[in-house]
């Protein structure tokens, strides 16, 4: 059949022709260009508009950037170096950059012990953030906060590890009783963990070496870039389990329990957290036992964690509110009590919507420690308008300075903001 | 201790609340530390130094007090403090002595409850101008910008100096020095004024300090001092003591260089008694009998403490003025040591 | 006649306050509340054991004692030897007016980034997205100090205008900016200025009227009155020609250099320039993302079915985008708002006279009255934020998709 044809069809493609480029009106660059620069005359205006702040932006700072000093040991040798030609001053960062991470007063032979327990800390949170690691991790997990108070504050071993211990105890018999009910589970287990914290109290005490192992270090001299991730994570991470306490009082129906949490959310709420810090500052020392000398380090930990769990528990109320009430039915249907309802049910699903809110929350609150400053601590903020900008060599050194500490900030919150949304597209389990 | 604190907070804390003791020189013992809250820095009266130890004026008598109780000059924790956390962490008992520049003044020595346990530098209120500006009198301030510390005697003494003087200015309240500094080189105030003394700190710091000028007036009364809380007079009195040992010493000629020999062989009886050869005066406060001379081997007498961290020789450059000994014409004068 | 029979009454055991779930709740209820009490017992107990210690009381007599301070930008009569109660007033009256101030810039910022956002020009989208994420990353306190060094560091100093040949000139004759604020001509009142003033706030009520007319107008009739034009010259004309009967009674005072500083005019310190635009600047980026998640929340399908209804697109934006994107815009721009005026405590920072500065700052100083003044402090940012979260609820309640 084929054969017949074959003579009166004098050619038949058998492949399609390629397409061919479309002409540069239509496609390539120049249409990009065009498309999305200046399709309008408004649009190519703005075009302009931003081009030329570009311009302005670039040719300001380039030359400052790229004309850095990094080795001189002062302003004005500095000053000198540049002769007049426009310049950045970054020796005063090459110089003063252990101030800068480790405030003034953590010894220098030290520092190796805040920079490994942020290098475990990666380790740590590895698991947390990742769902698909192996779960086998979350075991160093679980001890990293014992890990990392001992080598950044350093002192008898003894401290870290009876706190372990106390938090052991604490989960050993709560888990035996956990199948019975929850409440007495968590009682129990909050009891089991305060008699070995006592206990350990004074048997550390009495282990007590004549020189540790590691030096012991006063938080007062903590500072730096490192005070602020400190006050950071540990607010943070000791926020979160206040806030879903807090969240669930609020959502709760019996009125005393709500009218506690709503009154502490709503009161926190309302406050700037430099009028909380102040309280740390200047009145908390009054609300402490005589002589319990409770340092400032601390108090600050426990204002920011108060400030930091009500906007969590608010977050954490609008995941719950979010869940549809066939949820809280089909769990009560199930026959589980409110604390398996939760623990089982709602909470993981209110968690997941929360996600975005908490890191945002954490973002906002990382930022905030730059506050502190305010009340005399020395984190980063604090050593730039303290002890680096007071000293004879560096004073008048300002956009250097601040734009290292903008930058870590930036790396660090873009950070955290960028998981957040990939975390978002992972845990977006609902079928759209 | 402090770890029982963080991790049992309530439990100890519980056992501890019946105990409001007010004596601390207990407490210092115990701790073996004492607290001494300072400035956050202001160059030869208290800042740390390049590698993290405080040095300076107010340092040097917590650590005479240091040595005199716990014979350790070392064995001092220094709490920076700025004008508005310095009197809670002292009445909070956050710190057992403040030698921060405080300007002793009724209300702080009554209704704020605390004793000043004397004066270690007499200061005045003074400002300090670019020399462009051709000012040569407080009283020619009209309508100037002033740069004032927020939190200080000095920005009372500028309200009631200017309203004495019926004439205007414009207030830029700052937090610390550093920053009054930087304000003031930027031009963003005519004029910088502070206790004359943190004037002549401050501008030692400065690129060019020939630029700038004092003015002559000093407006205010300011006799510096340390402080303690109200109530506990021993502790007081030790602190006091060890103030006025520092300055007698400097009376008597006694130095850290030559107080070895002095202790063996001085006809001088006064001598005797403060080095502890003669007498029993540290077990009248509670201490051993060798307390004055630990706190003048740490940081030398009053006069050399001066003379090495704010005195003519250093940048900061202060003359002894009202600050020298009453036999040399100024108002040191120490009661006898008897 | 009941087959089923009551489950007998038990007798109540004490095991029940746990296992029973009628009396549980009270039992939960007794916990907590014995818990509050001790721990209020507990710290109140310390407070005053460690005020009697250090032999303080609690007492609010220093706020009717003459604060003995000067504030440098005072909306209020205000002098020395005022009472520090009058120092606090000053310093909540300047609190207000950055917060105003900045909410209202910070709008405008935000707005114009969050549309610019959407915007189908690639460049201005990613410079927008910059600005967003750059200043949303980096702390307000930064933002604050950075801006306020250049203020201080990068302008003028008012010396620099003096002489023959000055450095830096006046712009236009009449506006001065220097490192110590901004000088601009200020209104001086003449006699019948009054009369001036009242007849401009006329006018205002004048075009509320009219637009509501207007709109009557439209509903009843469907008669389309002109909206803009009108509404300008009822707001000016009568005003302009009332200003020019009278006889040009209100006048402008000129800055000018004399001594060490302007002197007239109005001055707006460095510090509030510095702290208002920080402010408004870095809630800016924030609320840009609240403009441009409202403008998405709203589905295609809105703006699609205006337009087959024949809709201009301006008008699809006033009558069909808009007012569904503001839906979801407010309640977390009020929220910004209140975050601004929290953060204009920062003004300690720059030495701006807010209520942290005078307050919480100055005069918690000079008295020592710690706890008091900080206390009282709190409680004001506490009446503030609590009034704002109430209008935001009245207006969620208001604006709450009724369904039927």
Same mark, same amino acid.
């Given at each position: 059949?084929?054969?017949?044809?074959?003579?009166?069809?004098?050619?038949?493609?058998?492949?399609?022709?390629?397409?061919?480029?479309?002409?540069?009106?239509?496609?390539?660059?120049?249409?990009?260009?065009?498309?999305?620069?200046?399709?309008?005359?408004?649009?190519?205006?703005?075009?302009?508009?931003?081009?030329?702040?570009?311009?302005?932006?670039?040719?300001?700072?380039?030359?400052?950037?790229?004309?850095?000093?990094?080795?001189?040991?002062?302003?004005?040798?500095?000053?000198?170096?540049?002769?007049?030609?426009?310049?950045?001053?970054?020796?005063?960062?090459?110089?003063?950059?252990?101030?800068?991470?480790?405030?003034?007063?953590?010894?220098?032979?030290?520092?190796?012990?805040?920079?490994?327990?942020?290098?475990?800390?990666?380790?740590?949170?590895?698991?947390?953030?990742?769902?698909?690691?192996?779960?086998?991790?979350?075991?160093?997990?679980?001890?990293?906060?014992?890990?990392?108070?001992?080598?950044?504050?350093?002192?008898?071993?003894?401290?870290?590890?009876?706190?372990?211990?106390?938090?052991?105890?604490?989960?050993?018999?709560?888990?035996?009783?956990?199948?019975?009910?929850?409440?007495?589970?968590?009682?129990?287990?909050?009891?089991?963990?305060?008699?070995?914290?006592?206990?350990?109290?004074?048997?550390?005490?009495?282990?007590?070496?004549?020189?540790?192992?590691?030096?012991?270090?006063?938080?007062?001299?903590?500072?730096?870039?490192?005070?602020?991730?400190?006050?950071?994570?540990?607010?943070?991470?000791?926020?979160?389990?206040?806030?879903?306490?807090?969240?669930?009082?609020?959502?709760?129906?019996?009125?005393?329990?709500?009218?506690?949490?709503?009154?502490?959310?709503?009161?926190?709420?309302?406050?700037?957290?430099?009028?909380?810090?102040?309280?740390?500052?200047?009145?908390?020392?009054?609300?402490?036992?005589?002589?319990?000398?409770?340092?400032?380090?601390?108090?600050?930990?426990?204002?920011?964690?108060?400030?930091?769990?009500?906007?969590?528990?608010?977050?954490?109320?609008?995941?719950?509110?979010?869940?549809?009430?066939?949820?809280?039915?089909?769990?009560?249907?199930?026959?589980?009590?409110?604390?398996?309802?939760?623990?089982?049910?709602?909470?993981?699903?209110?968690?997941?919507?929360?996600?975005?809110?908490?890191?945002?929350?954490?973002?906002?609150?990382?930022?905030?420690?730059?506050?502190?400053?305010?009340?005399?601590?020395?984190?980063?903020?604090?050593?730039?308008?303290?002890?680096?900008?007071?000293?004879?060599?560096?004073?008048?050194?300002?956009?250097?300075?601040?734009?290292?500490?903008?930058?870590?900030?930036?790396?660090?919150?873009?950070?955290?903001?960028?998981?957040?949304?990939?975390?978002?597209?992972?845990?977006?389990?609902?079928?759209? | 201790?402090?770890?029982?604190?963080?991790?049992?907070?309530?439990?100890?804390?519980?056992?501890?609340?019946?105990?409001?003791?007010?004596?601390?020189?207990?407490?210092?013992?115990?701790?073996?530390?004492?607290?001494?809250?300072?400035?956050?820095?202001?160059?030869?009266?208290?800042?740390?130094?390049?590698?993290?130890?405080?040095?300076?004026?107010?340092?040097?008598?917590?650590?005479?007090?240091?040595?005199?109780?716990?014979?350790?000059?070392?064995?001092?924790?220094?709490?920076?403090?700025?004008?508005?956390?310095?009197?809670?962490?002292?009445?909070?008992?956050?710190?057992?002595?403040?030698?921060?520049?405080?300007?002793?003044?009724?209300?702080?020595?009554?209704?704020?409850?605390?004793?000043?346990?004397?004066?270690?530098?007499?200061?005045?209120?003074?400002?300090?101008?670019?020399?462009?500006?051709?000012?040569?009198?407080?009283?020619?301030?009209?309508?100037?910008?002033?740069?004032?510390?927020?939190?200080?005697?000095?920005?009372?003494?500028?309200?009631?100096?200017?309203?004495?003087?019926?004439?205007?200015?414009?207030?830029?309240?700052?937090?610390?020095?550093?920053?009054?500094?930087?304000?003031?080189?930027?031009?963003?105030?005519?004029?910088?004024?502070?206790?004359?003394?943190?004037?002549?700190?401050?501008?030692?710091?400065?690129?060019?300090?020939?630029?700038?000028?004092?003015?002559?007036?000093?407006?205010?009364?300011?006799?510096?001092?340390?402080?303690?809380?109200?109530?506990?007079?021993?502790?007081?009195?030790?602190?006091?003591?060890?103030?006025?040992?520092?300055?007698?010493?400097?009376?008597?000629?006694?130095?850290?260089?030559?107080?070895?020999?002095?202790?063996?062989?001085?006809?001088?009886?006064?001598?005797?008694?403060?080095?502890?050869?003669?007498?029993?005066?540290?077990?009248?406060?509670?201490?051993?009998?060798?307390?004055?001379?630990?706190?003048?081997?740490?940081?030398?007498?009053?006069?050399?403490?001066?003379?090495?961290?704010?005195?003519?020789?250093?940048?900061?450059?202060?003359?002894?003025?009202?600050?020298?000994?009453?036999?040399?014409?100024?108002?040191?004068?120490?009661?006898?040591?008897? | 006649?009941?087959?089923?029979?009551?489950?007998?009454?038990?007798?109540?055991?004490?095991?029940?306050?746990?296992?029973?779930?009628?009396?549980?709740?009270?039992?939960?209820?007794?916990?907590?509340?014995?818990?509050?009490?001790?721990?209020?017992?507990?710290?109140?107990?310390?407070?005053?054991?460690?005020?009697?210690?250090?032999?303080?009381?609690?007492?609010?007599?220093?706020?009717?004692?003459?604060?003995?301070?000067?504030?440098?930008?005072?909306?209020?009569?205000?002098?020395?030897?005022?009472?520090?109660?009058?120092?606090?007033?000053?310093?909540?009256?300047?609190?207000?007016?950055?917060?105003?101030?900045?909410?209202?810039?910070?709008?405008?910022?935000?707005?114009?980034?969050?549309?610019?956002?959407?915007?189908?020009?690639?460049?201005?989208?990613?410079?927008?997205?910059?600005?967003?994420?750059?200043?949303?990353?980096?702390?307000?306190?930064?933002?604050?100090?950075?801006?306020?060094?250049?203020?201080?560091?990068?302008?003028?100093?008012?010396?620099?205008?003096?002489?023959?040949?000055?450095?830096?000139?006046?712009?236009?004759?009449?506006?001065?900016?220097?490192?110590?604020?901004?000088?601009?001509?200020?209104?001086?009142?003449?006699?019948?200025?009054?009369?001036?003033?009242?007849?401009?706030?006329?006018?205002?009520?004048?075009?509320?009227?009219?637009?509501?007319?207007?709109?009557?107008?439209?509903?009843?009739?469907?008669?389309?009155?002109?909206?803009?034009?009108?509404?300008?010259?009822?707001?000016?004309?009568?005003?302009?020609?009332?200003?020019?009967?009278?006889?040009?009674?209100?006048?402008?005072?000129?800055?000018?250099?004399?001594?060490?500083?302007?002197?007239?005019?109005?001055?707006?310190?460095?510090?509030?320039?510095?702290?208002?635009?920080?402010?408004?600047?870095?809630?800016?980026?924030?609320?840009?993302?609240?403009?441009?998640?409202?403008?998405?929340?709203?589905?295609?399908?809105?703006?699609?079915?205006?337009?087959?209804?024949?809709?201009?697109? !301006? =008008?699809?934006?006033?009558? &069909? $985008? %808009?007012?569904?994107?503001?839906?979801?815009? /407010?309640?977390?721009? @009020? #929220?910004?708002?209140?975050?601004?005026?929290?953060?204009?405590?920062?003004?300690?920072?720059?030495?701006?006279?807010?209520?942290?500065?005078?307050?919480?700052?100055?005069?918690?100083?000079?008295? !020592? =009255?710690?706890?008091?003044? &900080? $206390? %009282?402090?709190?409680?004001?940012?506490?009446? /503030?934020?609590?009034? @704002? #979260?109430?209008?935001?609820?009245?207006?969620?309640?208001?604006?709450?998709?009724?369904?039927?």
């Amino acid at each position: 059949m084929s054969d017949t044809h074959a003579e009166s069809i004098a050619f038949v493609r058998e492949s399609s022709l390629p397409p061919a480029a479309p002409p540069d009106k239509v496609g390539g660059p120049l249409k990009w260009v065009k498309d999305n620069l200046f399709p309008t005359w408004a649009n190519a205006i703005l075009t302009l508009v931003a081009l030329y702040f570009l311009y302005l932006l670039l040719a300001g700072s380039l030359p400052w950037l790229l004309n850095g000093v990094w080795s001189a040991s002062s302003l004005s040798e500095c000053r000198e170096i540049l002769d007049g030609a426009s310049g950045a001053c970054f020796s005063v960062l090459s110089e003063r950059w252990h101030q800068l991470l480790f405030g003034f007063k953590y010894p220098s032979d030290q520092y190796w012990r805040p920079t490994l327990a942020l290098v475990l800390l990666f380790l740590a949170a590895a698991p947390v953030l990742f769902i698909d690691l192996p779960r086998k991790m979350l075991l160093f997990t679980g001890l990293y906060p014992f890990l990392a108070f001992w080598l950044i504050w350093g002192g008898p071993i003894w401290g870290p590890i009876f706190a372990l211990l106390g938090v052991v105890a604490g989960y050993i018999v709560y888990s035996r009783l956990v199948q019975k009910s929850f409440a007495m589970a968590l009682a129990g287990g909050i009891v089991a963990a305060v008699i070995v914290w006592y206990v350990g109290g004074f048997i550390g005490e009495a282990l007590r070496p004549a020189s540790p192992l590691l030096e012991a270090i006063p938080s007062r001299d903590l500072g730096g870039f490192m005070l602020n991730m400190m006050l950071g994570i540990t607010c943070v991470s000791l926020s979160l389990p206040i806030g879903i306490a807090l969240a669930l009082g609020r959502q709760s129906h019996l009125p005393i329990v709500k009218g506690i949490c709503v009154v502490f959310i709503e009161f926190v709420r309302g406050v700037p957290l430099i009028t909380l810090l102040f309280v740390a500052n200047v009145m908390l020392a009054y609300f402490f036992p005589p002589g319990s000398g409770v340092d400032l380090f601390i108090r600050v930990v426990i204002m920011i964690t108060m400030f930091s769990s009500a906007y969590i528990a608010e977050v954490i109320r609008g995941g719950l509110a979010a869940l549809p009430k066939g949820q809280y039915e089909a769990a009560d249907s199930l026959g589980l009590d409110y604390a398996q309802a939760m623990r089982l049910i709602i909470l993981p699903q209110a968690m997941k919507i929360s996600i975005p809110g908490i890191v945002n929350i954490a973002v906002g609150l990382f930022k905030d420690t730059t506050l502190v400053s305010v009340i005399s601590l020395f984190d980063i903020i604090g050593m730039i308008r303290g002890p680096i900008l007071a000293s004879t060599d560096w004073n008048g050194v300002y956009w250097e300075l601040f734009m290292f500490a903008s930058l870590l900030f930036f790396i660090v919150c873009y950070g955290i903001s960028q998981y957040s949304q990939w975390l978002e597209r992972r845990l977006a389990t609902d079928h759209r | 201790m402090k770890k029982t604190v963080i991790f049992g907070a309530l439990t100890v804390a519980g056992l501890a609340a019946g105990a409001a003791g007010a004596a601390t020189l207990d407490d210092v013992k115990a701790r073996g530390k004492l607290n001494c809250g300072v400035t956050t820095g202001l160059a030869g009266f208290a800042a740390p130094n390049a590698n993290g130890e405080w040095e300076g004026f107010d340092v040097a008598v917590c650590r005479a007090v240091a040595a005199a109780v716990l014979g350790d000059k070392n064995a001092v924790e220094f709490v920076p403090t700025t004008g508005k956390t310095r009197f809670t962490a002292l009445a909070s008992g956050e710190i057992d002595f403040l030698a921060r520049n405080t300007t002793w003044t009724f209300s702080r020595d009554t209704d704020l409850k605390f004793d000043f346990i004397g004066v270690n530098y007499y200061d005045g209120q003074g400002f300090m101008v670019p020399k462009a500006l051709g000012v040569s009198s407080a009283k020619d301030l009209d309508g100037a910008t002033v740069c004032i510390q927020t939190g200080t005697t000095t920005e009372l003494n500028l309200a009631d100096f200017f309203r004495k003087n019926n004439i205007s200015y414009e207030p830029v309240p700052v937090e610390t020095n550093a920053e009054g500094q930087q304000q003031y080189l930027a031009g963003a105030c005519d004029t910088y004024t502070t206790d004359a003394s943190g004037l002549a700190a401050t501008r030692a710091t400065f690129e060019t300090p020939g630029d700038h000028v004092l003015l002559p007036e000093i407006i205010s009364k300011e006799p510096l001092g340390p402080l303690v809380r109200h109530g506990d007079n021993e502790w007081g009195d030790i602190t006091r003591w060890v103030l006025n040992a520092l300055i007698a010493a400097e009376e008597l000629g006694i130095t850290s260089a030559n107080i070895e020999e002095m202790t063996g062989n001085t006809n001088n009886p006064e001598i005797a008694r403060l080095l502890g050869t003669e007498g029993t005066l540290g077990e009248m406060i509670g201490l051993d009998n060798e307390w004055a001379k630990r706190a003048i081997m740490a940081e030398g007498n009053y006069g050399e403490i001066f003379a090495k961290n704010i005195g003519e020789e250093t940048p900061i450059g202060l003359a002894r003025g009202l600050n020298a000994q009453w036999t040399d014409g100024g108002l040191l004068y120490a009661p006898p040591v008897r | 006649m009941t087959t089923f029979s009551d489950p007998p009454k038990a007798s109540f055991r004490p095991s029940m306050l746990l296992s029973d779930t009628r009396y549980r709740s009270i039992t939960f209820q007794v916990i907590a509340l014995a818990l509050l009490v001790t721990a209020i017992w507990y710290l109140g107990s310390n407070l005053a054991a460690n005020l009697r210690a250090a032999g303080l009381n609690i007492s609010f007599q220093f706020l009717g004692n003459p604060a003995g301070y000067d504030i440098n930008q005072t909306l209020i009569p205000y002098t020395s030897q005022s009472s520090n109660l009058q120092a606090a007033w000053v310093g909540i009256i300047n609190t207000l007016l950055v917060s105003f101030l900045a909410c209202v810039t910070a709008t405008i910022f935000g707005v114009i980034a969050g549309v610019l956002r959407l915007s189908n020009n690639w460049l201005v989208r990613k410079l927008m997205a910059g600005y967003v994420e750059i200043f949303r990353n980096i702390p307000v306190l930064i933002w604050i100090l950075i801006i306020y060094t250049i203020m201080t560091a990068a302008m003028p100093a008012p010396s620099a205008f003096r002489g023959d040949d000055p450095a830096s000139t006046m712009m236009l004759g009449s506006f001065a900016f220097t490192n110590r604020g901004v000088y601009i001509p200020g209104p001086v009142w003449g006699p019948g200025s009054m009369i001036v003033m009242a007849t401009f706030v006329a006018s205002v009520i004048g075009v509320f009227a009219y637009r509501r007319y207007a709109t009557k107008l439209l509903y009843d009739t469907g008669r389309l009155l002109p909206m803009l034009w009108p509404s300008v010259a009822i707001l000016l004309l009568p005003t302009i020609i009332m200003f020019f009967i009278m006889g040009m009674p209100i006048g402008l005072d000129y800055p000018a250099l004399k001594g060490f500083n302007f002197r007239g005019g109005i001055q707006i310190g460095a510090p509030l320039i510095a702290l208002w635009f920080a402010l408004s600047i870095y809630t800016g980026a924030f609320i840009a993302e609240n403009v441009r998640a409202g403008i998405q929340a709203v589905s295609r399908g809105q703006s699609e079915a205006a337009a087959a209804l024949g809709l201009r697109p !301006g =008008r699809v934006m006033n009558l &069909v $985008v %808009l007012p569904q994107a503001l839906r979801v815009i /407010i309640p977390p721009l @009020i #929220s910004n708002y209140l975050n601004i005026t929290k953060n204009s405590s920062l003004a300690i920072l720059v030495g701006y006279a807010d209520i942290t500065a005078t307050l919480g700052g100055i005069t918690l100083n000079q008295t !020592g =009255r710690a706890i008091e003044c &900080v $206390v %009282l402090l709190m409680l004001f940012y506490l009446v /503030i934020s609590l009034g @704002i #979260s109430m209008v935001m609820n009245v207006y969620n309640n208001a604006t709450k998709l009724k369904e039927r």
